[in-house]
């Protein structure tokens, strides 16, 4: 047929070039009427083809094309192709859809995608199937059914506005043959055996020698020629090879490898040499340390080590010559001997003799560095003496010294690399040198112990003799180095002492030290394995290992299939892997295959990026060549801002904390923070022959592809010119780049062979589940998003934007079926929230409103707790309130085969809505008001079941998840009588009573809840559920789960196992406990048991969510759930669930405070959780300023001269991302009312007409006062941080913006939190000198907060490391830290303290130090940065901040041992009279009687000071049984015990105001353990009185007279 248009089309088409060409007119300002169809009908086979000559940006969506049967001469064309109906198929994006309908989601390459230049081709198959074909690839058959007689469409849609028509005829007999012998060829040289050979004079030096060494290592040489230097790899590998060729290595089975070169040697036999792939991997490792070690000492390059072109003595001695050859165990002389007899290496520095020894075991000359034999008691050591790890981690900390088994030469490296963490023990690894011997050593049990000759780094400082000398000596610490980080020391010829961080040199440790010295390392705490390393240039160790894999790579040479459409492969501008990657990957295949070499070894260090930066819509897509089972997680893809060639690779591309956007799992990360949970197909599922793609549009959204599919947009606002990254993680051992002519067939084209797809992959047919296929329509409201696959919706702008956002499922309900979703997000912005129900109308048909209660026909909602049909209320105050719902609550809708419409929430049926429902409706959901983003759960629609493989189904035992976030798992690997169903939800015992061993998915979080719900129960057998935690990781198992687990837990030895069976403690199987709790043997269908791993290192169990408390203790951080279905309970499902995390709700890190708070010593400050801060530009005040501000000091400080107001500020640079500026109140002039604001504004303000105050600023500018944030004006947000009018002068404020626009507040260096979000770029910092506030000064750098003697300091001391005791390198002060009151005008506390003078109690009773005192008044402890709950004592308990009251301290009389006190003892609170005060203190201990509740009614007198009190009259309040059992009442939380039962209201004047208040007095007490008894509260109150403390357990009774302390009175004044 002839390659031409129909001259009728679309009203907006023009046809030019004898009808071959269209375009659409008007393209900028319409996106549709542009249909074209061929002239004639379309014969089968032939393939109507067009290209794309023109695209515009103005518009989503592109070109459309398929076929129809409605004759173009009488059509009336719709505006766009998917509304041609009565027997059409057309392709649009990924998706096919017939008469308008999608009958297939995922199909072939995303027509959206493509670019100027494309070719598109539609075909009917002569069995009437319908196929793609995109740039002369056939994406497989689309449809099947296809009628004769059908005329191709093509859509000019959205991007696309011009086409022309380039072909119609079936494909090229030669183009298919051509493709079917490259498939073919591709095929056997995956099977062919790969030949070593071919290796030019002078290349690959290093190889050959090891391939020599492989021979030697297997005890053989034969005379093998060598192959003329004139020989190139062949273009095709012969079968046999004759002596001129070489020899031929498999690399699919043992390789057989013999030395390139003729040597001769009696010695050796001529036996072949089998090497395994592995061990040929670490013939080469060895080999490339030896050439290094070969260099380091008068060596020459990599062909330096080679063997001889001679078999005799080499007569060249050039230093560095390929000919000039050195013996693998010979002599060498100095001028580059060649080959001799057998033997130990006696040349200590040979011109070409490369020391190869290595190999043949790990032998060095005797000169290298090694660990010395004799060493701490708990040090194992291997590799040749090469490698040391301290023996039981888990349990030792200490006892783990090791020194070099020689002293250190000048300017000698000693380095070594961390292979191995724990994280149980604080501190880490130390290294250092010490004068002492070690053979005469008496190793201490920490090297900072000795008192002589010793100079050791811990930390970030530097101890000599076991005495600080410098406290910060260098930016790192060695307490936060990971695996893999490199630790090195250089003893200078200059006596100077130098340390090196992952080859950075620290700067000068100690200017003098001994010449000579040993170099010590101690495995303290967290360190437990290290390895000496013999290289120290790292960038010519990824040069020599990568040409090394590319000389072993069979890719290499091979020849590529011809193809019109391949690129250029010399083309500069081709996507190849940048050289510097990660220490544990390489490049080969000329930069096209990343791979981890040893991937069964690590899991990290796989790090690669792209070679350039990715242009906009430009698809970086990588296959994944080969997997490993042994590690979970797998391979991560996205982009950086970083160029690889300056970056220093991080252990997983994960950690970097700046402009990164990385997709793990099925999550995304930006700078290392989630910013969406569940986002696309999982990566950790993909298997070999995958493949995963990413693209940064023009509009700046990143999307991420699996296996050719659009995954939706993961992220905005990515600058151009990122590169692309690939993590080799986990599972993920080697990943290649795609070109077009290397995407892998799809799954209908392939049956066999590495390229097959997965089951799991979203492509895969296979895989598929057509039951569960309940998605989000890709049609929906203007302000909605789509992403997650279809299961995840948001609404866009969320801050700016509430309606617009409605969103319909994909198909109509069952009768029956639940439609749910959970909350993932909310903004506390508007009113009103989400709105649901279910709606008649087609998704197509339907123009979506504003609101979907707008709709006045075939629609019922329900809105808050109104039932609405057609937009009219049908009924109020249904079951259920909407408005009232929360992050992680569920919503479900449900139609009952009678036409009822029922609501579940949280999975509770809330009861018939409405009745008299249309057989066929859509869920609909209103992302309306305060709601932002929801996502389907896997409630809704029926469960996968192809997990199952026995008789049980499904059906037997239905999943619905009742949890909100992501749901937690079960492991794979689990006992033989185990079946897992439900996506790993739900364990069934198929047989036995033994043999049910399960494990949790994941690792345990501190204090994440895992729980089970039994859901059936065998009565024959006899025995319980166990459950508990275990160090065992789950994918150390055998793949098999017949072998490897014991029958029952109690039997398990192989790991460090808790577990509760029965009512007893065991630990190993051995008995711990008895009598915890109630009885695991008497649970029941329908019981719940749970277990979590608390902060203080205890294991709880939880039965129906109540905490039996510590079952035991020192449990290891990194532990696993552990079930057995033992017995009786043959099956559980999972009822509990990971947290979602918020993105919105993110906080930044905060920076660190010296001002701490009650309980912060129970705190151990992370120093990685402070800002990743970028350079800091430095900042000054713009000249353009309000009109009574008068700048000085080089525009740093600024002082409002007169008046009141007039005083805005803003700085002349705008504040970079990740930078905090921070500026001090220097003079506050109490003459005025209120304060600062502050805030950022983001447009530039070098013309900007200050008006008189801030808030009159109204576009672009985020202000925050008082306690409140502004938007333009308007207040977005109350209750926010401090109230700023409260803020001293001294204080220090800080703005920052993070990696997510997200504005926040720091107070004294600690972070408020979010405060607004959606922060234009740039922005720049705005200060209104309002009121009080009169001068600030920007701070240029760290100022310590408001009390900067700092608690660090004060805790710590003069204190050294030699003097600390129990092994503990960090100083525990016996004493809680003094807290600092940030806030030293705070008129509460001044109220509170002149209520105290009121009481004329004597000083004495009272601590003299003022800083001691502390005001929980909401702007102090706002300041502070306050927790609200704390632990305390041995075993732990929380106890609430006395919030609302003040504290003054009391004096501790010197014989109470405080140590145990205040280390060991709990902390409560007692609620009192003021005419008990006295009589408490003077016997330092509360006494039986003093409480009001047993001894006051709170009758009013007038007393003698201005306040009133109740009279005592215990007759009218205290029982005849509690009068004989005197005791006194105590609670963890002043809620309880300040109520006024407890502590009866006074009133008093003000002598300084005049004013009439009333107060409260109370006590904060420690409490000896055992020495009270926790019950319920006694007040009859029904409603909880804490929400962390439940009502049974808020009241503890003691009758011991010596079980409690004071440490403080507490004050509360109204």
């Not at 051509?178 to 004079?201: A, I, K, L, P, S």
Request: charged share 20%.
């Amino acid at each position: 047929m002839a390659a031409e248009l129909h001259p009728c089309s679309g009203k907006l088409i023009g046809l030019s070039n004898s009808n071959r060409t269209a375009q659409r007119n008007q393209p900028v300002q319409e996106f549709n009427h542009g249909l074209v169809l061929s002239r004639e009908p379309l014969k089968d086979r032939d393939v109507f083809t067009v290209r794309i000559d023109k695209k515009v940006n103005s518009w989503s969506g592109s070109i459309e094309i398929g076929v129809t049967s409605l004759d173009p001469a009488g059509l009336d064309f719709p505006s766009s192709a998917t509304g041609l109906k009565g027997g059409s198929w057309i392709v649009s994006g990924c998706s096919v859809l017939r008469d308008g309908r999608s009958v297939l989601e995922e199909y072939g390459r995303d027509l959206d995608q493509l670019s100027e230049g494309d070719h598109v081709g539609i075909q009917r198959s002569t069995h009437g199937e319908l196929h793609l074909w995109v740039n002369g690839q056939d994406c497989g058959a689309a449809a099947s059914g296809l009628p004769t007689g059908l005329w191709a469409v093509v859509d000019l849609y959205g991007k696309c506005t011009q086409v022309t028509v380039v072909s119609c005829e079936p494909p090229s007999l030669a183009e298919r043959d051509t493709e079917r012998e490259t498939v073919e060829e591709r095929e056997q040289e995956d099977e062919e055996e790969v030949v070593v050979c071919g290796v030019r004079e002078g290349e690959f030096g290093g190889l050959t020698s090891a391939v020599n060494l492989a021979a030697a290592t297997n005890g053989t040489l034969e005379e093998v020629p060598v192959l003329p230097p004139t020989h190139n790899r062949p273009d095709k590998f012969p079968n046999n090879l004759e002596p001129e060729t070489g020899k031929k290595i498999k690399t699919s089975t043992p390789i057989s490898v013999a030395p390139l070169t003729k040597c001769k040697s009696p010695s050796f036999s001529p036996s072949p040499i089998v090497l395994t792939e592995h061990q040929l991997f670490d013939v080469l490792n060895n080999a490339i340390v030896s050439l290094y070690r070969s260099e380091d000492n008068g060596g020459g390059d990599l062909g330096g080590g080679g063997i001889g072109r001679d078999s005799g003595t080499g007569s060249r001695g050039d230093r560095g010559s390929s000919s000039g050859g050195g013996s693998v165990n010979g002599n060498s002389s100095d001028s580059g001997g060649g080959t001799g007899n057998t033997g130990s290496v006696n040349s200590p520095a040979g011109g070409g003799g490369a020391r190869l020894g290595a190999v043949t075991g790990g032998m060095l000359t005797n000169d290298a560095l090694l660990f010395h034999e004799k060493c701490g008691t708990l040090i194992k050591l291997s590799n040749n003496n090469k490698t040391a790890e301290r023996r039981r981690p888990l349990d030792e900390f200490n006892n783990g010294v090791v020194m070099t088994n020689r002293p250190l030469r000048h300017n000698e490296m000693f380095e070594i690399r961390i292979d191995k963490l724990v994280d149980k023990w604080s501190g880490s690894i130390e290294i250092g040198v010490t004068t002492h011997n070690p053979n005469n050593l008496d190793y201490p049990a920490t090297m900072t112990n000795l008192r002589s000759g010793t100079i050791m780094m811990s930390g970030c400082g530097i101890l000599t003799n076991g005495k600080g000398t410098r406290r910060e000596y260098c930016e790192f610490s060695l307490d936060e180095l990971q695996e893999g980080d490199h630790i090195g020391l250089m003893h200078k010829a200059s006596g100077a002492l130098h340390f090196y961080i992952n080859g950075i040199d620290q700067g000068v440790a100690a200017a003098q030290t001994p010449a000579v010295v040993y170099a010590v390392v101690d495995l303290y705490g967290m360190a437990v394995k290290v390895t000496i390393v013999h290289n120290h240039n790292h960038s010519d160790r990824l040069r020599r290992n990568n040409a090394i894999m590319r000389a072993l790579s069979p890719d290499v040479g091979r020849p590529r299939p011809a193809h019109s459409l391949t690129p250029d492969p010399d083309t500069p501008d081709r996507l190849l892997f940048h050289s510097n990657c990660g220490q544990k990957a390489a490049i080969i295949s000329e930069g096209r295959t990343a791979l981890r070499p040893h991937a069964t070894d690590d899991f990290n260090h796989g790090v690669v990026l792209s070679g350039r930066p990715l242009h906009s819509n430009e698809v970086f897509q990588v296959r994944i060549d080969k997997m490993v089972d042994k590690w979970a997680g797998s391979i991560e893809i996205g982009v950086t801002t970083h160029n690889p060639a300056y970056l220093q690779l991080p252990s997983t591309m994960t950690n970097l904390r700046s402009g990164t956007w990385m997709m793990t799992g099925n999550g995304v990360m930006h700078n290392g923070t989630t910013i969406l949970d569940e986002y696309g197909h999982n990566l950790d599922r993909l298997k070999a022959g995958d493949t995963v793609g990413v693209v940064r549009k023009e509009d700046g959204s990143l999307h991420f592809f699996v296996n050719g599919v659009a995954q939706g947009p993961a992220a905005w606002n990515v600058p151009p010119s990122v590169y692309a990254v690939v993590d080799l993680y986990g599972q993920a051992a080697q990943a290649t780049i795609m070109d077009d002519v290397d995407l892998p067939p799809l799954p209908e084209d392939s049956s066999e062979g590495p390229t097959v797809m997965s089951p799991s992959s979203p492509c895969s047919v296979a895989g598929g589940n057509s039951a569960n296929d309940l998605r989000f329509h890709q049609l929906h409201g203007t302000n909605a998003v789509i992403t997650n696959g279809g299961r995840t919706a948001l609404r866009q702008n969320c801050r700016s934007e509430f309606n617009d956002a409605i969103v319909i499922s994909n198909r109509c309900l069952r009768d029956g079926e639940l439609f749910e979703i959970v909350i993932q997000k909310m903004v506390d912005r508007w009113s009103g929230s989400i709105e649901a129900g279910v709606t008649a109308i087609r998704p197509e048909e339907l123009e979506f409103p504003n609101t979907m209660t707008d709709i006045d026909y075939d629609t019922w909602m329900l809105s808050g707790t109104a039932i609405m049909q057609d937009g009219n209320t049908m009924r109020n105050n249904y079951g259920c309130d909407l408005d009232t719902l929360t992050t992680g609550s569920r919503i479900g809708m449900m139609r009952s085969a009678t036409g009822d419409l029922h609501y579940y929430i949280n999975g509770v049926d809330q009861g018939v809505a409405c009745t008299g429902l249309p057989p066929e409706v859509y869920a609909v959901i209103d992302l309306y008001g305060q709601c932002v983003q929801v996502s389907i759960t896997s409630s809704s629609g029926p469960q996968d079941n192809s997990l199952c493989t026995s008789n049980i189904t499904e059906r037997s035992f239905p999943i619905h998840s009742p949890v909100a976030g992501v749901a937690h798992r079960l492991h794979s690997k689990h006992g033989k009588n185990v079946v897992l169903l439900g996506e790993g939800c739900q364990a069934v015992r198929v047989g036995g009573y033994a043999h049910g061993i399960v494990f949790s998915a994941k690792e345990l979080k501190t204090d994440e809840l895992f729980e089970v719900k039994i859901d059936e129960v065998d009565d024959q057998w006899s025995g319980s559920l166990h459950m508990g935690l275990t160090t065992l990781a789950p994918p150390e198992l055998p793949s098999c789960p017949m072998s490897g687990l014991s029958p029952s837990l109690t039997q398990f030895r192989s790991k460090v196992t808790w577990l509760l069976a029965g009512s007893e403690v065991r630990r190993n199987g051995l008995l711990q406990r008895q009598n915890y709790g109630a009885s695991l043997d008497r649970l029941t269908v329908g019981n719940r048991v749970g277990v979590k791993r608390c902060s203080d290192d205890t294991m709880h169990v939880l039965i129906d969510g109540e905490d039996m408390g510590p079952a035991a203790t020192a449990v290891a951080k990194n532990v696993y759930a552990v079930l057995d279905l033992y017995g009786r309970v043959t099956a559980v499902s999972i009822v509990s669930s990971s947290v979602l995390e918020d993105a919105g709700s993110v906080k930044a890190p905060s920076l660190s405070s010296d001002s701490c708070s009650e309980g912060e010593e129970d705190r151990t400050p992370v120093e990685g959780d402070e800002p990743a801060l970028v350079p800091n530009t430095v900042m000054a005040f713009l000249e353009n300023h309000g009109k009574n501000i008068q700048l000085s000091h080089e525009n740093l400080t600024a002082a409002r001269v007169s008046s009141y107001n007039q005083g805005l500020l803003v700085t002349a640079q705008p504040l970079p991302r990740q930078q905090l500026f921070q500026f001090q109140i220097d003079r506050l002039n109490a003459s005025w009312t209120s304060s600062l604001s502050l805030g950022v504004i983001g447009h530039s303000p070098d013309r900007l007409n200050f008006p008189s105050t801030a808030c009159c600023l109204k576009r672009s500018v985020w202000l925050l006062q008082r306690d409140s944030v502004f938007h333009n004006s308007l207040k977005i947000c109350e209750n926010y941080g401090p109230n700023l009018d409260t803020c001293p002068e001294g204080t220090v404020l800080g703005l920052l913006v993070d990696g997510n626009s997200c504005l926040h507040l720091y107070v004294n260096g600690m972070d408020q939190g979010v405060a607004a979000q959606d922060i234009p770029t740039p922005c720049y910092p705005l200060i209104d000198l309002y009121g009080q506030c009169e001068q600030v000064t920007i701070v240029t750098n760290n100022v310590a907060t408001v009390g900067g003697e700092g608690i660090k300091a004060r805790c710590q001391g003069d204190m050294e490391k030699a003097d600390m005791v129990d092994g503990i390198k960090e100083s525990v002060c016996w004493m809680p830290h003094p807290e600092v009151n940030p806030n030293k005008t705070c008129e509460y506390q001044a109220l509170c303290s002149r209520f105290k003078d009121l009481l004329t109690l004597p000083d004495g009773y009272f601590n003299e130090d003022a800083k001691y005192n502390l005001c929980y008044c909401e702007s102090c402890h706002k300041l502070r940065g306050d927790e609200s709950y704390y632990k305390r004592g041995e075993p732990p308990r929380d106890y609430a901040l006395p919030f609302g009251w003040c504290r003054f301290a009391l004096r501790i009389k010197p014989h109470c041992d405080m140590s145990n006190s205040f280390k060991q003892w709990h902390i409560a609170y007692h609620g009192t009279s003021v005419g008990a005060l006295r009589r408490t203190l003077d016997h330092a201990q509360l006494l039986s009687g003093t409480s009001s509740i047993f001894s006051v009614s709170p009758v009013k007198t007038e007393g003698p000071n201005g306040y009133s009190e109740p009279e005592v009259n215990s007759s009218n309040s205290l029982p005849d049984r509690d009068r004989e059992v005197p005791r006194v009442q105590l609670s963890p939380t002043m809620r309880y015990s300040g109520l006024e039962m407890f502590a009866p209201k006074v009133q008093f004047r003000d002598p300084r105001s005049h004013c009439c208040h009333q107060a409260q007095v109370g006590f904060q007490v420690c409490v000896r353990p055992g020495s009270y008894k926790v019950g319920p509260q006694t007040l009859g109150a029904i409603e909880p009185l804490d929400p962390r403390f439940s009502n049974t357990e808020i009241e503890w009774i003691t009758k011991d007279q010596g079980g409690t302390l004071l440490y403080g009175l507490l004050i509360r004044v109204e």
